[in-house]
T-cell receptor, first 116, second 114 residues
């Protein structure tokens, strides 16, 4: 049962254009969403996040949009740069195991390639 | 500030062998996590710890044990390695303070079990 889905395994865009990465979720208890970026042979690094009480969060070239009714979020990168080429993971947070601890559930990732 | 470090970076084991992966963080974080990542899969939580001396099971705990004897270290053990445990293992940590659930990840350990 995949609670966080990234249905596009890969995405290719031209430098300077917009990259849009999508993520769908099924668990309505998720209350916080994060995007991580991962280069080969490195660990994931935090990119941007959004609380479920908001519908948009912006940080420089990166904007995350949340549509709670559709259980959908997206990451927009404008303008895209070759250095943005990486795997992007969507993650969602919810209470875990009946206790007070939060757990991140990750999607499978989308490989973004930005062509010069 | 080294952040989160993991040793070793690579390891090849034979079926049935044991090993311990070490994770260390210098950010004074309370929470620490062990994940595995398999091809075409997201990161899956193996075990986690919410403080020194505490551990708990994640989504895929079978075949693994953990210990958190010191706040800065989180050890992942494989008692009898199996080929199904071939994976990339990531350690992460975070502070429980504030509203951010951001976790900081180490560079990973690539383990192959033959």
């Amino acid at each position: 049962d995949q609670q966080v889905k990234q249905n596009s395994p890969s995405l290719s865009v031209q430098e300077g254009r917009i990259s849009i990465l999508n993520c769908d979720y099924t668990n309505s208890m998720f209350d916080y969403f994060l995007w991580y970026k991962k280069y080969p042979a490195e660990g994931p690094t935090f990119l941007i996040s959004i609380s479920s009480i908001k519908d948009k969060n912006e940080d420089g070239r990166f904007t995350v949009f949340l549509n709670k009714s559709a259980k959908h979020l997206s990451l927009h990168i404008v303008p895209s740069q070759p250095g943005d080429s990486a795997v992007y993971f969507c993650a969602a947070s919810a209470l875990w195991g009946g206790g007070s601890n939060y757990k991140l559930t990750f999607g499978k990732g989308t490989l973004l390639t930005v062509n010069p | 500030n080294a952040g989160v470090t993991q040793t070793p970076k690579f390891r090849v084991l034979k079926t049935g062998q044991s090993m311990t992966l070490l994770c260390a963080q210098d950010m004074n974080h309370e929470y620490m996590y062990w994940y595995r990542q398999d091809p075409g899969m997201g990161l899956r939580l193996i075990h986690y710890s919410v403080g020194e001396g505490t551990t708990a099971k994640g989504e895929v705990p079978d075949g693994y044990n953990v210990s958190r004897l010191k706040k800065q270290n989180f050890l992942l053990g494989l008692e009898s390695a199996a080929p199904s445990q071939t994976s990339v293992y990531f350690c992460a940590s975070r502070s429980p303070a504030g509203w951010s659930y951001e976790q900081y990840f180490g560079p990973g350990t690539r383990l192959t079990v033959t």
